[in-house]
């Protein structure tokens, strides 16, 4: 299993940079991974329901397979426990995504935020941070809030119970 994810990890670690401070897409990817699992222990209480997200943004974002998938989560994993905050994954995604992509890290870290049908008040801090980290606008914050949440919208026009927890 160690080979398996060195060899995943060499074989897009190398990869043709995104720009010219020679940011590699599975940096960024990895990154991306690791803010999203963060997301999902924002509220100290992970669900299925987060996990299942997670796993299909990264599948999809990324278009791994799923054995690709839980290779990316696991060198995510590890990269958590040697990081000392969120910096050393937003300074990659400032050198190396677009403005249009760091919006779109928003969305999927609001998608996580809201997979359980509660916004915890810590998950709201944690979005907040990162968008402030990654240089996204506060109108373009709550504008991608707006978004994920219209999209959770079943078809009678209620909101499924999204409120903020003050727990």
Same mark, same amino acid.
């Given at each position: ?78 990269? &958590?426990?040697? @990081?000392?905050?969120? #910096?050393?994954? $937003?300074? %990659?995604?400032? +050198? ?37 980290? &990654?240089?996204? @606008?506060?109108?373009? #914050?709550?504008? $991608?809030? %707006?978004?994920? +949440? ?18």
């Amino acid at each position: 299993m160690i080979r398996t994810v060195k060899q995943f990890f060499e074989k897009y670690v190398t990869s043709s940079p995104r720009n010219t401070d020679n940011v590699s897409d599975h940096s960024l990817q990895i990154a991306t991974a690791a803010l999203l699992i963060e997301m999902m222990r924002a509220d100290a209480e992970i669900s299925v329901d987060e996990q299942k997200k997670i796993t299909e943004t990264i599948r999809l974002k990324f278009k791994l397979t799923d054995t690709e998938t839980a290779e990316l989560m696991q060198l995510a994993e590890e990269k &958590i426990w040697k @990081s000392t905050g969120y #910096f050393e994954f $937003t300074t %990659l995604m400032n +050198k190396g995504l677009s403005h249009k992509q760091k919006i779109k890290v928003i969305e999927h870290l609001w998608d996580v935020a809201f997979a359980d049908a509660i916004l915890d008040k810590h998950e709201e801090y944690m979005v907040r941070k990162i968008a402030g980290l &990654i240089h996204v @606008s506060h109108k373009d #914050f709550i504008e $991608t809030k %707006l978004r994920v +949440k219209k999209k959770l919208q079943p078809f009678s026009g209620e909101y499924p119970s999204q409120a903020i927890r003050n727990e």
